[in-house]
């Protein structure tokens, strides 16, 4: 049996900013690096254990990757009321994208909730 998850009030994900990073390395195929930073808030009043992510990155051709994993960057952080997690991390495309998602976590109650990540567009560089 599957848990259900309640997507906690005052629990957010901002998305704090986009970048064109040409530097970092990208497959042929998905030549276009974007470096995305992101923060989870816990306005809640509940403590929060983050400990999974789901992406989906949508083409313009409406290609879709979905990216699901434990924690984040390698971590599960644990956030109690009033504070937040800020991480950095990059998704390459290969055509003008838009990526949306989730994280998911735990109370320290036990209860499976949730918050959105923003959508937010990625556009291949024009030349």
Known sequence: MSAVFTELEGLRATVDRVVY?????A??????PYGY???IHNDSMETVTIKGRKWVVTDEEAHCVVVEGDGVVGKCPRLESGE?????SYHVISSDSVAKGAFFGLTDGGL???TRIPTFTMRTPRL
């Open 84 to 88: 937040s997690f800020s991480y950095n």
């Open 21 to 25: 990073m040409p530097h970092l390395d």
């Open 37 to 39: 930073f992101i923060t």
């Open 112 to 114: 499976p909730v949730f």
């Open 27 to 32: 497959p042929d195929d998905k030549p276009h």
